[in-house]
């Protein structure tokens, strides 16, 4: 007779994938209203009314319309994690570093989130202040993140301060990079060239290209 275990678990799969959805959902209806009437006209039983669920189901996934609107770009950081520790070891670090945040730019859909999705949350926190401390948290906490993947990478002790500086200097290179590609009224290069150019000037001040470690 099978364990029960092993009945158990496709049902939790499944279970999980559906919260999943739900949480997607309700953070693309809240971006969604939220670019259209403003973040001050929009309410929580608006963004639920959106997806098909209430309120209350809304307040178990998120504290706030901020933290919903937000919630996609932390998809974006764990992203950069796997690109990053799926890289060859012998690969030097700085190189795997930018072919990491490189590889967020590319032409398909990432995690589920839609053609434009990048372009429209960006604009919106410029909008609207009210994002941008909620921004910051998530930002903060994918920096932990690849902080705690570059020192497995060198196989540094977690929490060392090297580790956090890197990744700072290469988070802050790619923020600088969109912000300076967007205020160009005729863009000389593509995005992801400016993103690489930015992160490779990063690393290349923060990180010895001759170290695999």
Not at 145 to 173: D, H, K, N, Y
Not at 186 to 194: G, I, S
């Amino acid at each position: 007779m099978p364990s029960t275990t092993t009945l158990d678990a496709p049902r939790i799969r499944r279970r999980d994938l559906q919260k999943d959805q739900t949480r997607l959902d309700l953070a693309l209806a809240a971006l969604e209203l939220a670019d259209a009437h403003g973040l001050t006209a929009v309410r929580v039983p608006q963004i639920a009314e959106a997806v098909g669920v209430s309120p209350r189901t809304f307040n178990n996934y998120f504290g706030s319309k901020e933290a919903a609107i937000v919630w996609p770009s932390s998809l974006r950081g764990a992203r950069l994690v796997t690109n990053l520790t799926s890289r060859r070891q012998a690969e030097p670090l700085a190189d795997a570093l930018v072919a990491a945040v490189v590889g967020l730019y590319g032409e398909a859909d990432m995690d589920g989130l839609p053609n434009g999705w990048l372009r429209r949350f960006r604009a919106l926190v410029t909008r609207e202040p009210a994002l941008q401390g909620e921004y910051l948290k998530v930002a903060a906490a994918g920096e932990i993140a690849l902080a705690g993947a570059i020192a497995a990478r060198t196989g540094a002790p977690v929490g060392e301060l090297e580790s956090q500086v890197v990744a700072a200097m290469v988070a802050g290179a790619e923020r600088a990079a969109v912000l300076y590609w967007a205020r160009q009224k005729r863009p000389r290069v593509p995005l992801v060239d400016a993103v690489r150019q930015a992160v490779s000037m990063a690393v290349r001040v923060t990180v010895n290209n001759d170290s695999t470690d």
